[in-house]
């Protein structure tokens, strides 16, 4: 059940939600304008995937160092700075030319933006019930979907130089409304922080002691993939391989993300009725996506069969990743984890992220874009293996057929009731804090 009063979880999700769409249009804007940038001979292929790599390196190792700090730093203050941060290098970025200034704001940019999710997820789980959490969270990943929506409608309407400049105002004003939101729901109870004073290498091990952490390390690192390295190289994709004008293009990229929109939705629906656990359900969607992807080598001549692929492929990547951030992130509220697991997850998703990125730019320029749908294939491939190898071992384990075996919210797995589960969260982050 519900609380009766709703108005708390709504204006935390509703703020959380806001304040997120900053990262996902943010990180979003190299990619869109790729192909105005290869066109004009601006920025080379390989150029602009190292830009890439240095962001999403800075940032993999930033979402581990802020994860962890997230759970003991007040989330206003770790936000505000991220926020600036990001807004620094976004603006200075088009106005020059040297190559390392060029490197520097990327490092700003992937460092400013690795300090917002662990901070909200955390405000999320652990101030609202777990119930309420996950449906905010399916709405939190639904808004990193608008991201690269908002980005690609603005790569049609604007040059290179004036989404970056726009979005850097966009980010220090959210900064700035941020802290004093936080400020505001702080002092009327709306947000309680509670800081961990545990030690920080001895919180981390435990997080490998939590069931399913490490299979889904390796779930965080395949949809990261996905997300961002397959993502990133698509409007390149559409208009050298396909042959799309630019408008076409950037109109394809963003059909293509709109149809995502639903996916997290669509990961409740089926792990609620239908494929009652995590990683069968994954499992097949990593399945489905490489199906999808190996069908791009065989319609290179046809636009609209592409673009339905790719929708196909994106979409299945895209519910397992739901899986991931929707269902069990939040479940570790009750180990008072949630930055710091977040941190972790998100660390090792892209830091494959980035090494593929790098690797996915050298496949294009030697061996083309085939090389670069195989290679997609094979990784959503090895997703699926390693789901059937978990699922099996559970099964000999447990002798039966396990059904929502992590032990995440939801279908009454962990508590007897809603209310009960938020009692018990809060007394368990008491006990680890």
């Known amino acids: 059940m519900l609380r009766k009063d709703i108005s708390k979880p709504i204006k935390i999700g509703s703020f959380c939600i806001l304040t997120y769409l900053v990262s996902y249009i943010s990180r979003n804007l190299l990619s869109v304008v790729s192909p105005e ?49 990001s807004s620094t290098g976004m603006l200075i970025f088009p106005l020059v030319t040297y190559t390392f200034i060029h490197i520097l704001c990327f490092a700003f940019f992937g460092f400013g933006l690795s300090m917002l999710r662990g901070p909200l997820m955390k405000i999320i789980s652990e101030n609202t019930l777990p119930k309420e959490a996950r449906f905010i969270c399916v709405l939190f990943s639904v808004s990193s979907f608008l991201g690269p929506l908002v980005a690609s409608f603005m790569a049609v309407i604007f040059q290179w130089k004036g989404i970056f400049i726009g979005t850097s105002i966009f980010a220090f004003t959210m900064g700035l409304v941020s802290f004093f939101v936080i400020s505001a729901f702080e002092h009327k109870s709306i947000i309680v922080f509670k800081a961990k004073k545990d030690n920080i290498f001895k919180g981390i091990s435990k997080l490998f002691t939590i069931k399913g952490f490490v299979f889904f390390l390796l779930v965080g690192s395949i949809v990261e993939i996905v997300a961002s390295a397959v993502t990133f190289w698509i409007p390149a994709y559409l208009s ?77 990547a895209s519910i397992a990743s739901a899986v991931l951030w929707s269902i069990y992130i939040p479940s570790l509220a009750e180990h008072g984890a ?10 090792t998703g892209y830091a494959a992220s980035a090494i593929a990125n790098v690797q996915f730019s050298r496949i294009v320029i030697s061996i083309g874009w085939k090389g670069l749908i195989f290679s997609r294939f094979a990784i959503l491939m090895l997703g699926t293996l390693v789901s059937v190898i978990f699922f099996l071992s559970k099964m000999r384990k447990t002798g039966k057929m396990p059904s929502n075996s992590i032990g995440c919210y939801g279908a009454g797995t962990l508590y007897e009731s809603e209310e009960s589960a938020g009692k018990q969260t809060n007394e368990l982050c008491a006990k680890v804090n």
């Open 37 to 85: 940038l290869i066109e004009k001979n601006i920025f080379s292929k390989e150029y602009i995937g190292y830009l890439s790599s240095v962001y999403l390196v800075v940032y993999a190792l930033g979402q581990l160092l802020n994860g962890i700090l997230g759970d003991r730093i007040n989330p206003k203050y770790m936000i505000l700075t991220g926020c600036l941060l």
């Open 338 to 347: 949630v930055s710091s697991g977040n941190g972790v997850l998100d660390f």
């Open 240 to 316: 050298e391989y396909i042959q799309l004008s630019k408008e076409m293009t950037a109109l394809s990229f963003s059909i293509i993300s709109l149809v995502k929109v639903i996916c997290p939705f669509i990961c409740v629906f089926l792990y609620e009725h239908l494929i009652k656990d995590e990683v069968i359900l994954v499992g097949i969607c990593f399945g489905f996506s490489a199906i999808s992807f190996l069908g791009l080598l065989f319609i290179q001549k046809y636009a609209v069969l592409n673009i339905a692929a790719l929708i196909l492929a994106k979409s299945a």
